[in-house]
């Protein structure tokens, strides 16, 4: 059974940084895309960034430069290193898993798996 598990959410000042991180479990696939999505209250959810299994990533415009995603495959674990956070950050984050593809998306549909979420709110 594959499961996701985020964590690293809090509460922190503009300007201000958090680390989150997804670990995986329940699947040996090798090529796979892992993405980050967040949704804030109200609005539909939106996708932040990815990575596939040989590295490369892809983010959002309105977090590039910010926001950096990275892996460590040994310990089956995605990353979100977010700097310089603004108040438009906040948000329900959740990692996503599209397993045995290697292409990314930015749609939510194109993640099989999900995990609970963590959440990130960022004050003026």
């Known amino acids: 059974q594959v499961q996701l598990v985020e964590s690293g959410g809090g509460s922190v000042q503009a300007g201000g940084s958090l680390r989150l991180s997804c670990g995986a479990s329940?699947?040996?696939?090798?090529?796979?895309?892992m993405g980050w999505f967040r949704q804030a209250a109200g609005k539909q959810r939106e996708w932040v960034s990815s990575?596939?299994?040989?590295?490369?990533?892809t983010y959002a415009d309105s977090v590039k430069a910010r926001f950096t995603i990275s892996q460590d495959n040994a310990k089956n674990t995605v990353y979100l290193q977010m700097n310089s956070l603004k108040p438009e950050d906040t948000g329900m984050y959740y990692c996503a898993a599209r397993l045995y593809q290697s292409t990314c998306s930015s749609f939510s549909w194109a993640y099989t798996y999900w995990g609970q979420g963590t959440q990130v709110t960022v004050s003026s």
């Open positions: 990575i596939r299994t040989d590295g490369s990533t």
């Open positions: 329940g699947y040996t696939a090798r090529n796979n895309c």
